[in-house]
């Protein structure tokens, strides 16, 4: 049984960082690409960063510089590491997984398979 299991999230003020993580048990972790996508109120879910077994790295354009993806297949984790976190930043981050999306398609919600229960982030302005 797959499981992906966020870190709590939490509240903070526009300027300050957050690293969120998430475990990944059931799964061969270090064959899976792993992606964070969010999803605000009313909006729909978009995605944010991935990281594929090669470790190439993906952002949307709003976090380049700002996130960093990271994996630590022997813990079975992966990290995002948030930085100079804006309001437009709020929103619920979910954690997804893949083993067979293709590089051009690491962006789309579509492309995973499992997903984590997600976890509240908040950016007070």
């Known amino acids: 049984q797959v499981q992906l299991v966020e870190s709590e999230g939490g509240l903070v003020q526009a300027g300050d960082s957050l690293t969120l993580s998430c475990v990944a048990s059931g799964v061969t972790f270090s064959r899976y690409t792993m992606a964070w996508f969010r999803q605000a109120p009313g909006k729909e879910r978009e995605f944010v960063s991935a990281?594929?077994?090669?470790?190439?790295?993906f952002y949307r354009d709003s976090v380049k510089g700002r996130f960093t993806i990271t994996r630590d297949n022997a813990k079975n984790t992966v990290n995002l590491q948030m930085s100079s976190l804006i309001p437009e930043d709020t929103a619920v981050y979910y954690c997804?997984?893949?083993?067979?999306?293709?590089?051009?398609?690491?962006?789309?919600?579509?492309?995973?398979?499992?997903w984590g229960q997600g976890t509240q982030v908040t950016v007070s302005s």
């Open positions: 997804a997984a893949s083993q067979t999306v293709i590089q051009s398609a690491v962006g789309s919600a579509n492309a995973y398979a499992y």
């Open positions: 990281i594929r077994y090669s470790r190439s790295t």
